[in-house]
Structure formats: structure tokens, C-alpha cells
């Protein structure tokens, strides 16, 4: 049985720029195969388990010809895999998708095609560059400036030179010189004005803005991709992103995915680049024992995935909310908390410092002689919950592992080297990072949730930064301080 092709835009690199329909199709995919200009947070929505291919062409290096592209899509299509063709922008504006789809659809390849946002209008845009307006421009013109290496730029410049509208080039970076060259030759004002926008809607986006006649100069050191823009339009510029609180800024967040949305949402929403990179898994035991809640007048539960997991094994055991109605509950922090009002339960204790030891000492002060409480939570949990209570009075049930995950995101030195701040909401969370990358991590801004989550970082040569709350909040407030 033959697969589906799904040929899909990833937008110019923000995540929030991936269409709704790109999305859905990414979050089944059993094969990914992208291109170097799709960013980090969209290739982090592809299924845990997929296979991501990079198909990249960069200036001088291809990973893959387009023929070997053509053949891979083929040949996992008809293996009966849903197949997403990840491409920059959008796939039919100066991409390959449409001989992509010609090529599938001549050999009865189910093929979807799923537009996407286009850098040429979006990187503007996110400098705050209108490529029309009323009293500028009434039309926009697209061109490629992509050159082979040597070879003149094949473009009608007297033709460009006369339009009254906006020029917007894509990959025009390294024939910028050239390209305002043939402008000018071709009787355009050296004084029109003209931008570059490097990198646009990502955390590393640089613009600059000049006339036609000095933009090469103006542009020196900035980075592919970039966007160049040429019409009265660029006088107009208005830098939106320059205002936001965390714009400009990147964040490697590492909770497991499933627990990350709120932290991802809020980074983001202050103009951040969030890109999620869970670092651990959480592994149910089906075999937890809990008889031992009979037994006990109180239970602790020590993280929001824990209580989940939790109510998932009661569930799994016939057995339901009801037979924890002679327990008294204790959460470990506010998030902890939440799940288990979620769930119809509100906790009886949750202490004023979100640690585990805060959370012992709280038990221990409020247990009474012959009273027992059953920790349930991570196999490897920290033992200094079990140290502050006494002796004989709990039972340690493991409910699941913790495992060190590493996420298919090929791009993680870069974004280290790039100036990323790493989020990290458990002592687990950050020797992950350490097991995934294998390398030095000295000196990288550590965002920790809390003490213990600092000290983890600290082993790692990381500089630390604790929040003032152990919460989501906390962290997205912490974010804002970190420099």
C-alpha cells in the first residue's frame, strides 16, 4: 500500500509561523525530510519517534541532490509512510516542490500540497517593513537573486529600474554588490532607499537599512538568509520586534514535550525563540504497587507528570478517585497542585518552597505517630524526601523512570554556539542536556527552577540563575532578568 507525500511550507523560521495545516500533517509524519532553511522549533514538532532527514542544500554543500531528494520521497511513500517534504517558506516561491510533485504524481505518488509563509513577505514584515502602502507602493515584485558560482545575475535590471513598486530579492545576499550594481547602472537614484533583512522572524534577525548605493557596505557581516528590499517602502520601516521584552533573544527549553506548551506559549508571547528540546522521557512501571495506599493517611505526589501517571496506573488497576477518599494529598509545588485540581482533587499541602526537602520537613511536621504516607514518583526521585520523614513512616513507590532522551533536532551545538539560554525545570532535565550533547558546557546561561536544579547545572560548569518561584511563571519572569 502507497504512502502520501505531504509537500508542506515551514515559514521563514518562527514556529508560530508554521500554518495550522503544516502543523497537523508534521504531527503524524513517519518520515521527515527537510531543508537547512527550516527552523529548529518547527522541526521539533515532528513526532518523537519519526525519521528526520536532512535534505539540505547550503552554499556550496548539498547533503542531498535533488534526484537523491526525488528518490527518497519515492521510495518511502511506497512503503506505505506518510512523508512531510519540510521546505523554507514556502515550497512552490523559488523552491523545488513543484517538480517534487511533478515527479511523484508520474509515478502515482498520493501527493498534498500545503503553502506556506513566505520569507519574501514575512522577514519585512517582522522588521516592521511594509512592501506596499498608499502613499509608497502600490505593487511588490519577487526575484531571485541565487546565482551559480561565477555566473552573472540573469535579471532585466532597466526593466526593474523602471517599476514604481517594491523590488523584494531572495538569496541575495552574496550577489548583493551585483545585484545594486545592475540597479544603478540601470539609472536607478542611489538614493532609493533599501534594506537587508538577515534571518528574519528568528531570534537572530539583524537589519540594516541604507540607500540603494551604500547597502553593500551597510549589509557587511550580516548572514544568510537574507531578505533584500529596494523601493521608497524601507523609509517606513518600524521595528516592532526591537520593543518586545525577550526580542532577539533564544531559548532552549528542555522539559519533556508533553509538559512544555505553557513555557514555550509564554517565552514566546514576550518575542522570544523557544525552541523545545527535551532532554529526559518519562516511562511509566506498569508494575506500581499501590496497595500499599490502604495503609496510609496521606499520599505526596512530587510533579504534574507524576500525577498523571498516577491517576493513569489507579485507572489501569480498576480502581478510581473514590478509594483515595480516606487520604489527605500533599503536592510538591504549585504545577503539581493544578494537575490534581484538574483532576477534581485539591491538595491538602503544598509547601511555601518547592523542593523536595521543604516537602519532607512539611509532612514530617504534620504526621502523627503510626500515620503513614505513601511518595508516589520517579524511580531515581531525590533522596532527600524520604530523609526528612521518619523512619518506618512511608512507602516509596516508583511510578515511572526518568530517562535520558535525545531529541532528533540535529541543530543544538549551533544554537549553543548561537547564544542560547537553556530552560531547565529539573535536576534530570539538565544531566540530559549533558548526556545528549556530550561536549563542554561551561558557561552557558542556565535558566533553573530551582536549587537543586541549580546545583545540577553548576556540576556542569553552566552559570545558574534560580527563579524566584518554582513555577512556569517563575521561569518566564527569570527570562526576562537573565542577560
Not at 168 to 174: D, K, P, R, T
Request: a neutral charge.
Amino acid at each position: 500500500m502507497s504512502g502520501k507525500v505531504y509537500l508542506v511550507g515551514a515559514g521563514p523560521g518562527d514556529a508560530g509561523l508554521l500554518t495550522l495545516s503544516g502543523r497537523a500533517v508534521l504531527s503524524r509524519a513517519d518520515v521527515v525530510v527537510y531543508d537547512a532553511l527550516v527552523g529548529p522549533a518547527v522541526l521539533a514538532m515532528a513526532p518523537a519517534g519519526a525519521r528526520c532527514v536532512d535534505a539540505g542544500k547550503r552554499a556550496g554543500r548539498h547533503t542531498l541532490a535533488q534526484s537523491e531528494i526525488h528518490d527518497l520521497l519515492l521510495a518511502e511513500a511506497l512503503a506505505g509512510r506518510t512523508v512531510v517534504r519540510l521546505q523554507g517558506g514556502d515550497p512552490f516561491l523559488f523552491g523545488r516542490g513543484g517538480e517534487e510533485l511533478a515527479f511523484l504524481r508520474s509515478r502515482g505518488v498520493p501527493c498534498e500540497v500545503i503553502p506556506g509563509v513566505s520569507a519574501a513577505l514575512a522577514a519585512p514584515a517582522c522588521a516592521g517593513l511594509p512592501v506596499t502602502h498608499r502613499e509608497a507602493a502600490s505593487s511588490v515584485h519577487i526575484l531571485t537573486a541565487h546565482r551559480q558560482a561565477g555566473a552573472p545575475l540573469e535579471l532585466d535590471f532597466a526593466s526593474l529600474a523602471r517599476l514604481e513598486g517594491t523590488l523584494v530579492f531572495l538569496m541575495g545576499l552574496a550577489a548583493l554588490p551585483a545585484l545594486c550594481r545592475g540597479l544603478l547602472e540601470a539609472g536607478m537614484d542611489p538614493e532609493t532607499p533599501a534594506a537587508a533583512v538577515s534571518r528574519g522572524s528568528t531570534a537572530g534577525q539583524r537589519q540594516v537599512q541604507s540607500s540603494l548605493a551604500a547597502l553593500p557596505e551597510a549589509a557587511r557581516g550580516l548572514e544568510a538568509p537574507a531578505v533584500i528590499v529596494v523601493g521608497r517602502v524601507c523609509a517606513l520601516s518600524q521595528d516592532w520586534r526591537a520593543a518586545l521584552p525577550l526580542g532577539g533573544k533564544l531559548f532552549l527549553v528542555t522539559r519533556p514535550r508533553e509538559r512544555a506548551a505553557s513555557l514555550l506559549a509564554g517565552l514566546r508571547a514576550l518575542g522570544a525563540e523557544a525552541v523545545p528540546y527535551p532532554t529526559v522521557a518519562l516511562q511509566p512501571l506498569p508494575g506500581a504497587d499501590l496497595s500499599a495506599l490502604a495503609d496510609c493517611r496521606w499520599l505526596a505526589l512530587t510533579s504534574p507528570s507524576g500525577v498523571d501517571i498516577f491517576f493513569d496506573r489507579l485507572r489501569a488497576l480498576g480502581r478510581d478517585v473514590r478509594s483515595l477518599s480516606h487520604l489527605r494529598i500533599a503536592a510538591l509545588g504549585a504545577g503539581t497542585a493544578a494537575a490534581l485540581a484538574a483532576r477534581g482533587v485539591f491538595a491538602d499541602l503544598v509547601p511555601e518552597t518547592y523542593d523536595t526537602a521543604s516537602l519532607g520537613e512539611a509532612l514530617a511536621a504534620i504526621l502523627r505517630p503510626g500515620e503513614r504516607v505513601l511518595l508516589a514518583r520517579a524511580r531515581a526521585g531525590s533522596p532527600e524526601l524520604p530523609r526528612c520523614l521518619p523512619p518506618g513512616s512511608y512507602y516509596d513507590v516508583p511510578l515511572y523512570e526518568t530517562v535520558f532522551h535525545k531529541p532528533a533536532l540535529p541543530a543544538l551545538p549551533p544554537l549553543l554556539e548561537a547564544g542560547a539560554r537553556v530552560v531547565f525545570t529539573s535536576a534530570s532535565t539538565v544531566r540530559g542536556l549533558a548526556a545528549a550533547t556530550g561536549r563542554n558546557l561551561t558557561g552557558v546561561p542556565a535558566l533553573c527552577i530551582g536549587r537543586q536544579t541549580a546545583e545540577a547545572a553548576q556540576e556542569f560548569g553552566m552559570n545558574p540563575y534560580i527563579a524566584r518561584t518554582a513555577t512556569v511563571d517563575g521561569l518566564v519572569e527569570l527570562a526576562l532578568e537573565v542577560p
